[in-house]
């Protein structure tokens, strides 16, 4: 995954390719960072549906108009030149080598990040992943092991809140073998927990993961990071008993709150009935890598320390 929140061997594979193909992308600021600097020495080509898209955002070489079944089809049949990739491979190696995805465990909270690991143990990597919008969306993008294409649900960036759950419902509805599970933050599930009566009514067997940090956890970090640590309406003091709502709308509620029993609680995520798994998390978890705005693919905030170095 590359952008603000990607890998470092995504993001420098960006900043150090020579030619980039863009399938059906709209080179979000999310993905690109800041369009003046993005890729400044490769040739970028751009396949699209939609013409307004081309060019858009990021300066285009070669637009293509273009449904991508028909690109792709018409580029594999030009394409003859075997070419040798060994040393960009063994460069993106290196990258995913220098800079991974990590986090240290803790006694006394529990970490996201191993939450998200534990789940994609327990399934095999083959469950249908669905999130809402937030920090949640990042980890679960980093940290899941994902065994299958289209397994992940996401409204990307749209930041969709509330999408979560009525995703999830859709899924189960299409995949009913499947386990289906959402992860949602204490606050976009405010917008559509309603849908918990759905589950119930009509049965359908999909886990809801809530990590709860009290907080717009994503909000929060920027308000922490670059705002003097202002915190301004992104902390709830005020929240529902989660536990509670789930009862009233008669769906099973797991509360998990202790690192220690963590990987045991957690394996009541291969049950086959619908449920409310609340996770409690530190307010003070921050999605590591990221690229602060208007900086360049290469400019990431990779270590904990860095980002207090910028404060």
């Known amino acids: 995954m590359a952008g603000m929140h990607g890998s470092y061997a995504a993001n420098m594979a960006l900043v150090e390719a020579d030619y980039i193909i863009n399938l059906g992308s709209r080179f979000d600021d999310r993905v690109v960072s800041n ?3 993005f890729a400044k020495n490769a040739v970028v080509a751009h396949i699209d549906i939609d013409a307004a898209e081309l060019g858009k ?12 079944r028909a690109a792709l089809s018409r580029l594999l049949q030009l394409n003859k030149v ?9 460069t993106v190696t290196k990258n995913k080598e ?12 529990i970490r996201p990040q191993e939450t998200i690991k534990l789940i994609g143990e327990y399934t095999q990597g083959d469950a ?7 920090q949640h969306q990042m980890w679960v993008a980093q940290y899941y092991p994902y065994k299958n294409a289209r397994q992940l649900i996401t409204s990307g960036g749209m930041g969709t809140m509330g999408f979560g759950i009525p995703a999830a419902i859709g899924a189960k509805l299409a995949q009913p073998n499947k386990n289906v599970i959402v992860f949602v933050g204490d606050g976009g599930f405010q917008m559509t927990n309603q849908e918990l009566a759905l589950l119930n009514g009509y049965g359908i067997a999909i886990k809801v993961v809530l990590i709860n940090n009290h907080s717009l956890g994503m909000v929060r970090q920027w308000q922490e990071s670059f705002y003097e640590e202002r915190r301004s309406q992104s902390v709830f003091d005020v929240e529902p008993n989660f536990q ?6 008669g769906i099973k509620h797991v509360k998990l709150d202790n690192p220690k029993t963590l990987a ?3 394996k009541i995520i291969t049950e086959d009935e619908p449920m409310l798994i609340e996770v409690l998390i530190s307010k003070s978890e921050h999605v590591l890598p990221m690229i ?19 404060r």
Not at 57 to 68: E, G, N, Q
Not at 98 to 109: G, I, L, M, R
């Open 35 to 37: 369009p003046a600097k």
């Open 57 to 68: 955002i990021v300066k285009t070489d070669i637009p293509i108009l273009s449904d991508l």
């Open 82 to 90: 075997k070419t040798d990739f060994n040393d960009w491979i063994k």
């Open 98 to 109: 220098k800079a991974p995805f990590t986090y240290e465990p803790q006694n006394h909270d």
């Open 128 to 134: 249908i992943i669905v999130t809402d919008v937030g």
């Open 244 to 249: 509670l709502l789930a009862e009233a709308y």
């Open 264 to 266: 045991d609680d957690l």
């Open 292 to 310: 602060p705005a208007g900086l360049h693919n290469d400019e990431m905030i990779v270590f904990i320390l860095l980002m207090r170095m910028r």
